[in-house]
């Protein structure tokens, strides 16, 4: 059995059971084909059956790039199959300070062409908490002004060595360099921090509160409060960080990359129009540099 009907066969007795009123969550119906030829094949298929809305899976998604993902959804859109009971889509792999507002400009735009304000586009990223437990390291705040520079989430190694663990003065994780009294790092280094951790969990704690073991011959000295505040604050700083980055450009006073005011712009005059195929595709190469995507030769 293929994939394709395999998945199927799933949805299915889905549908059953919403259908007999027992189904308490919403469930999306995932699409997916790395490649074009096969991300047709599996809408024709997955399109004949309607949970409460659309899940953008490798290529149909953040692995196509915005070209594909606006053309599946205006696809989606005229054959009519969003809003309504299908008013959700959600794409997998995604949290990318440059791709925010263009997908803001998607949901707009779809929201508006179909006359729904509930229509919503959702994404999630399981980078956040992967960088901070498994390889302990933590993200910086953006600064997002008018130069896409800085426009993307850096990680930084947490500091555990033993010197730091049982350094004498605690240190505030809220700033990267000692000002009064240098601590070791930072009179050999300049800072004992790559950047500072400024999420509301970070501000209230030190260096030291994190490294609990602090044994000279300990291999992972952070505790599982060091794992649950790093996970806290990359989620954190994250999320603040799509949020800003969507004010940069949605603002009244926009302060972001000309590039991504004018992707946005022309995202929603894509989604305005009935015939859309001429301008998505004379826009693709724009909207790609835009938010910095570049094809894996798997969707290509
Ligand atoms: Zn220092």
Redesign the pocket.
């Known amino acids: 059995m293929t994939l394709l009907a395999l998945s199927m066969e799933h949805v299915q007795y889905l549908l059953d059971r919403k259908s007999a009123g027992r189904l308490k969550r919403k469930y999306l119906n995932v699409l997916q084909g790395d490649k074009e030829a096969d991300e047709e094949v599996w809408y024709q298929q997955a399109r004949q059956y309607r949970l409460d809305g659309w899940s953008f899976a490798g290529g149909v998604g953040t692995d196509g790039g915005p070209y594909r993902i606006i053309r599946r959804l205006l696809t989606l859109r005229d054959d009519g199959l969003l809003g309504s009971g299908l008013n959700w889509v959600h794409l997998l792999k995604q949290t990318q300070l440059r791709w925010a507002p263009v997908l803001t400009a998607m949901q707009r735009g779809i929201q508006r062409s179909i006359g729904a304000e509930d229509f919503k586009i959702t994404y999630d990223s399981s980078t956040p908490y992967q960088e901070a437990g498994k390889r302990e390291r933590f993200v910086e705040a953006p600064a997002l002004g008018p130069s896409l520079v800085g426009w993307h989430f850096k990680y930084h190694k947490f500091p555990t060595t033993f010197g730091v663990a049982t350094a004498a003065v605690p240190?505030s994780l809220a700033t990267a360099?000692?000002t009064a009294q240098?601590?070791t790092?930072?009179q050999s280094q300049g800072?004992?921090l790559d950047a500072p951790l400024l999420s509301p969990i970070a501000q209230l704690l030190t260096i030291q509160d994190l490294l609990e073991r602090k044994g000279n011959l300990i291999t992972r000295r952070g505790s599982v409060l060091a794992d649950e505040v790093l996970i806290n604050h990359n989620v954190f700083t994250v999320v603040e960080g799509i949020i800003r980055a969507n004010e940069a450009v949605f603002s009244a006073t926009p302060n972001a990359p000309q590039e991504l005011i004018d992707a946005a712009g022309m995202v929603a005059d894509i989604c305005n129009r009935q015939s859309w195929h001429t301008t998505l595709t004379y826009h693709r190469t724009f909207l790609e540099k835009a938010v910095a995507y570049r094809p894996s030769k798997n969707v290509l």
């Open positions: 240190l360099t000692c240098k601590c790092m930072c800072s004992h």
